[in-house]
Nanobody, 128 residues
């Protein structure tokens, strides 16, 4: 049984930074692309960023490009999300999941969650 455990969230002021971590167990971590998603109050869960199995390819939602960086350490079965220049609209619960990225031709692939379950998430609150 795969487990996903997110951590690193908190309360931060506008312009601040946080680093989220997601530890995965139960399956061979390095076989899967991984991603971060977030869900703000009253909104649907949305894609934030993804990283390929070997870390060589990353994708980002337009809203976080240039501010967030996804990375992974396959020796630790962990994926990270470095978040800089945080804005109030980044406030949400952040979740990780394995991902499958579906090609859409010339535009960035659409990455969707691979597992049909989620961890507990980690709350990020950006105050103005």
């Amino acid at each position: 049984q795969v487990q996903l455990v997110e951590s690193g969230g908190g309360l931060v002021q506008v312009g601040g930074s946080l680093r989220l971590s997601c530890a995965s167990s139960g399956r061979v971590f390095s076989r899967y692309g991984m991603g971060w998603f977030r869900q703000a109050p009253g909104k649907e869960r949305e894609f934030v960023a993804s990283i390929s199995r070997n870390g060589g390819t990353t994708y980002y939602a337009d809203s976080v490009k240039g501010r967030f960086t996804i990375s992974r350490d396959n020796t630790k079965n962990t994926v990270y999300l470095q978040m800089n220049s945080l804005k109030p609209e980044d406030t949400a619960v952040y979740y990780c999941n394995a991902v499958k990225c579906l090609p859409l031709g010339t535009v960035q692939p659409m990455c969707v969650p691979f597992y049909d379950f989620w961890g507990q998430g980690t709350q990020v609150t950006v105050s103005s």
